[in-house]
Structure formats: C-alpha cells, structure tokens
C-alpha cells in the first residue's frame, strides 16, 4: 500500500482509517465533539459500497451493530460520553454473544450533559464492564491523531481475534485536533467468521447469535469462558509506552491527552534536574499491571494525571501493591492542567515525600 | 372467607398432584408407544397429507397449551419451506415469550435486545440486501420499548418483514399492562383495569404505521379458526414475498392469544378474539401495495 500523510482531525483520520481498515459498516448518531466521524463516513462510504447509516439514536446504532457484527460484518459506530452511556446495554450484549466491532468514544466531560471539552471521565465505565454483567471491552487509548487512525487498524484485528467488542478511548481534544497522520502502514486483515447469521446453508448446523443462557449451570460455563478469554487478553495484548523511565526516580503515570501534557512536564522537570519519566498505558484493558509493579521497584513516588476525579489512578494503586505512593492530580470539567502545574505538583509531592 | 377460598385452591392443588401421580406410569407407556421412531406415512398403508415444516426444529416448546405463538412460528416456517429460502432467510427473536425462537426455527438466527429487534434487522438487512430477513416481536417488544426502533425501520422502508404478534399483554413476565391492553383490561398492574385517563387508548400499531411511506405492505390478521390461520398464512407469504421487490417494510400483525395471562381456557382466548379484540383491532388489510407496483407483484408470484 502507498504511504500518504495527510493533515486532518483526530476524529477524520478515525474514519478514514475505518475506510482502509475495511469496515464494512458504520452506524452512528450525531454528538459533539465527534460528529465529524459519521459526517466523513456519510460522504465517503458510499463512494466505497460500503454502509453508512445515521440511526435514530444511539440505542438503535449499537444494536445495528449487533446485526451486522453478527452477521460477520467489520463494523463500527462512534459517539461521545452520553451516547455511550446509552450503548452501554448493547455493548453488554455485544460482549454477551461475543461478536467483535470497534465502538469509538470522544469522551467529554460529564456528568450528565457535562461539556463538550475534553474528559477523561469515562474511564471506569469503559475498563470495569459499563453495562450489567460481567464482562470487559478492549480498550485502547490514543495519544495522537496517528493513533487515532492506528488503533482501528488494531481494534478491528484484535475484535475479531478475540471475538470481543473494542474501545476507541479518545478525547474532545484528540477528536478535534489536526496533525500530521501517515496512512498505509497496515492494511485490511479479514478473517473467516463462520458462526455469523448468513443463512443457514445444508451443509451445517444453523448459527444463532445470543447473550441468553437461562440455565444457570450453562451461563455460568459461558461465563467462565468469557473471563478465560480476558485471560488470554491480559497474557498477550498489553501495550504502553516507556518515556525517560531508565534513570528515573519518579514516574508520571497518564494516557491519551493527559499523556502528551504530561511527556512536556517531564521534559521542563528533567531541566530542572528531577528525574521523572512516564508511562503511558496504550491499553486500559488489559491494563499495564506488570510494568507497573516492575517499575515500582526504582521509584520513590508515582504520580498519576488525569482530567477526571481519579480514576486510573485505582489501577495504578491495585498494580504497585503499596510499593511506593501513588498520588493523583486531576483536572475536571473539561479543563486541562498546563505542563507547569504538573511540575509544580511533582516538586510539591517530592518536597513533602522528603519532609517525612 | 378469604381463608376458607385458600384452603379450596390448597385442596385442589393436592387433588391434582395426586392425579398426576398416579397418572406417571401410564403416561410414560402412552410416550413410549404412541411416538413412532419413523413418521407413520413411510408405512406404505399411510398417505402424507400433513407433517411439520422442514424448517420447524423438532423439539417441545416452552410456550402455554393453546398460546398462539407455536402456530405462527409454524406458518411462518411453513412459509419459508414453501418460498425454499431457509439458506436465504435470517430472523431476529426478541424478548419476550418468543425468546427462544431460536430453538424452533431451524434458520440463522439472532437474539435481539429488547425492543430493538428492528435496529438488529436493519444492520442484517443493509449488509445483505439480497437476503430475507424478518423479526418476530411481541406487544411490549414492539410498541412499547421499541416504538422508536420500529417507526423508524418503518419509515426508512427498510425491506423486511415485521411479524407482531399482539395478544394485549406482556406474556413472560406474567400479565403486566401492554401498550396494547384493551380499555378495562384486568391486568398484573392495571389490577382494577385500564384506566384511559391514566394510559390512553391502546395502540393501533398498524393504522399508526400505515402513514409511513416507507411501510409497503400492512394486515392485521388472527389465528384463532382454520380459516383466520389460512389468511394469516397467506399474509406472511405476501409479505416475505414483497421483500424482493425492495419497496419497503412489509408488516404483519397478528392478534395472538394469551390463555395463561388472560386467565381464560384456550377456546375461551379463542372466543375473546372474536368478541373484544377485534373491536379495537379489526382484522384486515390495512395497507396495501398500489398502481405500478401491482405490476411487480406478478414478478414474485
């Protein structure tokens, strides 16, 4: 495939890469600040055969994903933080029946109506289950409008790989940016889904698409299997980036836009003598438990950014076991820290760490 | 008074109990001797005049004695034997009773969350535009929770069949008010009726539907007489018929019964049809294909 780099939105580039990916179909509803995802796929799909449709609401958009995910199509839809939260019952069914699409949130800052700036307020919602009942998406969070484009690559490959529903989990502000994206480094990877609603032909047995066990010895079998899957997803899928972390003392912990705020902090602290580094998780789930411990080892304290009211920071905490202090430091509202205050935090905490 | 009615339904209760029990061993004997291994026919002294449809899974259903939905999953695959689009056909089952629709018809099948049966169909449909599709939904499924999902399928025209089956209550959870519920109607939570000033008139799914230009083909049809089941059967032909044409939603209403709920025997539902449904859901065609497109009906004949 040729590389071509283009300058475009976070959310265009989701698209277009959606296009290159081959996604079959996308089903959305409006909502800022994502709308530039289905307007791009509204005017592009068809030029490609593809489906495009713009749903009455995002309960019928994620359950024409359900259809179409299950009758073995790549698909896809996206929203932004309310919207999401009303997928959330067919992302559990999703999850349920296992049938693999890609589901984008351009979170915002909420509760409720909240704003349309930039949150990172849905965290727990994406990594801990979202709907009812006992079940986990893969989530994978962008840094840049280039892993914005990547991560559809990826999400729709490690979808089908597990059979399991992906997250997209961006922001306002990666949503609306333009950046340099290159295109043509991956291309399409279909795979044969032989359990999709088809039409039964003679040859077989006919396939139906469920989340419903109501024998309870045989939904808690299914159950066992859907966590021995995120097993295997924990074994194998765990991504993140390690920035400055070789001589380091301290560590910034952040993903997506907190992340690139706070790569700029670590470089003004590292002028100024402090040895920080940071990791950037790329997967929410499975989330970056080893690293972390591993890391806590070298490190006097952890410090975790994000632009809600401390969320991953309970993960950070689960995955360093007590080694080390884990402090947080967050911005709400869709209000975003400047790389100075994160430093003046830091050097706050090490002073205070020193004090006792 | 209350006590002494308590302790009738106790001892009734054992009677039955001990009916059953003496009843096991000859009911065992009549199961192991009446079934045959083979269908009777294929002993050369039998003539075949009817049998199950292919496509009609041979398992015991979960439905009541007497429940409607049996007979239509049966026309409805009896319709598919006879088109002989099985390899073609995908359906959408809902919540509901018709839950397990799966287990009966021998097809490709999805479950749908519910009242979003027809979001499911749209994104089966839109992907596979050659293939037949239909859902299957009852009452609360389609009119209450799924309204928007429906009305709007509808109205895009997407090309399935919709098949709603509307007994005027919701069947698995036990008899709760529907949106379909007659005016008075004694139910779970409309204990002392439904009260038009509370709930407004039930809704006319297919007269309301039938304004939507994208709905091609709309009936409301029974199953409670031979005959009515032959019009019905007729109707869910037509209408996965219609589906070749691409001229939009073809929607088939079916005023089921609901014996267990209704707290009626089956001829009793059967006769309630016929005296109370129909007042407020008269049977008929309600919408039918015109001008030009009469002319591409012979094309699916």
């Known amino acids: 495939m040729k590389m071509e780099t283009r300058l475009m939105k976070g959310n265009e580039a989701m698209a277009e890469a959606a296009i290159q990916a081959g996604c079959d179909a996308y089903f959305g509803y409006p909502i800022t600040p994502q709308s530039e995802v289905l307007e791009y796929l509204a005017k592009e799909m068809p030029k490609h055969g593809r489906v495009v449709l713009q749903a009455e609401s995002e309960v019928a958009s994620i359950n024409m994903i359900y259809g179409a995910a299950g ?4 698909s896809m839809t996206s929203s932004s933080s309310p919207g999401i939260s009303l997928m959330q019952e067919g992302i559990s069914y999703i999850a349920g029946a296992e049938l693999p699409c890609l589901i984008a949130n351009v979170n915002r800052a ?7 700036q930039p949150g990172q307020g849905d965290y727990f919602q994406s990594t801990k289950g979202g709907g009812h009942g006992d079940y986990r998406l893969i989530v994978l969070a962008p840094s840049s409008v280039q892993e914005m484009a990547d991560f559809v690559f990826l999400g729709f490959d490690l979808a089908d790989k597990y059979r399991n529903p992906v997250l997209i989990l961006s922001d306002g502000a990666i949503g609306q940016m333009m950046e340099k994206v290159t295109f043509g480094k991956f291309k399409p990877n279909k795979v044969d889904k ?6 039964k032909p003679a040859s077989r047995q006919r396939n139906y ?8 010895e045989m939904l808690e079998k299914h159950n066992e299997k859907l966590i021995a899957k995120y097993e295997e997803v924990k074994k194998h899928e765990v991504r993140y980036e390690e920035i400055d972390t070789s001589d380091a003392e301290y560590l910034m912990v952040a993903y997506g836009l907190s992340a690139r705020i706070c790569h700029k902090a670590v470089n003004m602290a590292r002028e100024k003598g402090i040895k920080v580094g940071l990791l950037r998780p790329i997967t929410l789930f499975p989330f970056p438990t080893e690293i972390l411990n591993k890391l806590a080892d070298k490190m006097k304290l952890m410090l975790t950014v994000e632009l809600n009211a401390g969320q991953m920071v309970e993960d950070v905490r689960l995955s360093v076991n007590g080694k080390v202090p884990v402090e947080f430091y967050g911005r709400l509202g869709g209000m975003l820290p400047s790389p100075d205050e994160i430093v003046n935090k830091l050097e706050n905490l090490i002073n205070k760490n020193h004090a006792l | 008074m209350r006590s002494e009615e308590h302790l009738l339904v106790e001892e009734q209760q054992i009677t039955v109990k001990e009916d059953i029990a003496e009843n096991t061993t000859a009911e065992k004997e009549i199961t192991e001797t009446v079934i045959p291994d083979k269908p009777r026919c294929l002993d050369e002294e039998y003539e075949m005049v009817y049998h199950r449809p292919k496509t009609m899974v041979d398992v015991s259903m979960h439905y009541c004695p007497g429940c409607a939905h ?3 999953h049966k026309l409805v695959m009896e319709v598919v034997d006879e088109l002989g689009i099985q390899e073609q056909t995908i359906g959408v089952a809902p919540v509901g009773c018709a839950v397990f629709a799966y287990d009966y018809m021998d097809i490709d099948m999805s479950e749908a969350a519910h009242g979003r049966a027809c979001a499911t169909a749209t994104g089966i449909k839109r992907l596979m535009p050659d293939k037949y599709v239909f859902t299957y939904q009852g009452d609360g499924d389609l009119a209450a929770i799924g309204i928007a999902e429906t009305l709007h399928t509808i109205n895009r025209g997407e090309n399935i069949t919709i098949v709603f089956m509307n ?11 529907a949106p379909t519920s007659l005016v008075g ?6 204990p002392y009726g439904r009260d038009v000033a509370e709930y407004g008139e039930p809704i006319r799914v297919s007269e309301l539907i039938s304004h939507l230009p994208g709905a091609f083909y709309v009936t409301r049809q029974a199953v409670n007489s031979a005959t009515a089941v032959r019009k019905a059967k007729k109707a869910l032909m037509n209408a996965f018929r219609y589906q070749k044409l691409k001229k939009g939603t073809s929607f088939v209403e079916i005023i089921g019964n609901c014996p267990s709920n209704w707290k009626m025997t089956p001829i009793e539902a059967s006769k309630f049809i016929d005296d109370e449904m129909i007042k407020t859901f008269p049977l008929g065609d309600i919408k039918l294909p015109k001008g030009e497109d009469l002319k591409l009906l012979e094309e699916v004949k």
Do not use: D, E
């Open chain 1, 209 to 216: 698409i469920t989340s419903l066990h109501i024998k309870p």
């Open chain 1, 71 to 74: 009758a073995g199509f790549r």
């Open chain 2, 185 to 190: 109607m004694k139910t779970t939570t409309s």
């Open chain 1, 110 to 116: 909420g509760p409720g109506l909240g704003t349309i």
């Open chain 2, 70 to 72: 049996s007979l239509v």
């Open chain 1, 194 to 199: 032989p359990w999709a609603t088809v039409g």
């Open chain 2, 167 to 177: 007994n005027a209550v919701y069947g698995m959870t036990s008899g709760q008010m």
